[in-house]
């Protein structure tokens, strides 16, 4: 029966294409970091590569996103936070191997994309007089719910007084990158977004950026830390992260260490 | 163009059709032909993953699969792996997904068969697999092909799912539909329409030709 051989045909197909080899079997162990190292951690990652010949593979997202996804049992090696407090808390429930270490201090700027009628500065005046003129139709930022650089973006705005009077105006990024890819995308007056995304090559022709002054909000104290599955490749390239190459890329993108830390 | 990523995809849309083809077979036949209490309550479950949000779902399989749920303990200790975040866990996801597009059309497929068909067919002494084989499957095959095509194009193109149950891990669960979200994130959106496009021919491929098969095969049996 000519239209049952199809049939059959199709899905020995298909069974075929599913017990098909997948494609090299990668067992290079995952990196959960922080939208802010979007690309700084890929730099760091192609370097590591180029001088060592191992391989890691990266995943990026919302800190508090990748905590919940660690309690959950994603099989991550290691988890770059934006934010200290989040290995703290996986560190108090047994999930890492150890307190770990604090690889940057990040900051948040102001940024607009290029023809936007808003001023970049980091002092937020210009920004003031625009939402009390009516003036402002969209602000991005990123969730203060889970992502670090959303809620220290939040207590800018409050000591700034700005955030009740932001809220109608407020689009919230899933993560800082999203924020970033909704400032700039030319349908929002602008928001807050990571210094290190300013910084970048993919980001910085896109518009113009002030810094926020540094007080106005707590300080984002980036932590890492090996979690408990960690393999040889993870350990290696966790160690790689302090050496000198990769603090130099760190600094590039505007990723500071403080003195004695 | 992220190529582990698309072919990740196309796994995965493979097996969740190799998984779904029995089943939209038996349980389309079955619902075809038969009338039970609580009939109206199996079809509304089978359609219901159409109607809920993929967030829904992705919630509540990571409620059930996950490592503190029975199934996901289970799981671990009969495979030693996690069902959450994996390639398994994807494909899980994917069939209960897929349930109302491999089993509707199916079903639609079998009730067009005249009942004096399935009937002359017992009364020539046929056994039911017997008539299954020759008689019902040639004759309600552009349902089932139907059903497996809508499967599989829709499964290319799932993302809510996946976002929530996946983790985005290149090579295990970052589809191509993930790639594309991610390269938009990471300002390349060069990448992303590179992508966008791939995936849009596939799709398109994929369904016109399935498409003019059951038109030219509905041709020859009328």
Known sequence: ????????????????????PALAQDDAPVVAAASDLQFAIEEIAAAFEVETGM?????????GNFAR????????????????QFIAELHAEGLTRDAGDLYAIGRIVVMVPHGSTLTPDGEMDNLAEMLAAGQITRFAIANPDH?????????ALITRGLWDDLQPFMVLGENVSQAAQFALSGNAEGGIIAYSLALSPQVAPQGKYDLIPEDWHEPLRQRMALLSNAGPVAEAFYAYLMEPIARE????????????? | MDWTALWLSLRLAAWTVAILLPVSIFMGRFLAYRDFRGKGLVEALVILPLVLPPTVLGFYLLVSFGRNSPIGQWWQSVFGSQLVFSFEG??????????PFAIQPAQRGFEAIAVEVREAARCCGMSPMASLWKIELPLAWPGVMTAMVLTFAHTLGEFGIVLMVGGSIPGETKTIAIAIYDRVQGFDNRGAAIMSATLVAISLFTITITYGLSARIGRRLS
């Open chain 1, 1 to 20: 029966m000519f239209l049952i051989r199809r049939l059959v045909l199709a899905a020995t197909a298909a069974l075929g294409l599913a017990w098909g």
């Open chain 1, 55 to 63: 391989r890691v593979r990266l995943s990026m997202g919302s800190t």
């Open chain 1, 69 to 84: 996804q660690i309690r959950e049992g994603a099989p991550f090696q290691i988890f770059m936070a934006a934010d200290e």
């Open chain 1, 147 to 155: 992502a670090p650089y959303g809620m220290r973006a939040r207590e």
């Open chain 1, 249 to 261: 890329i760190m600094e590039r993108y505007g990723f500071a260490l403080p003195e004695g830390e």
């Open chain 2, 90 to 99: 994807l494909v899980v996801a994917s069939v209960i997904f897929n349930l």
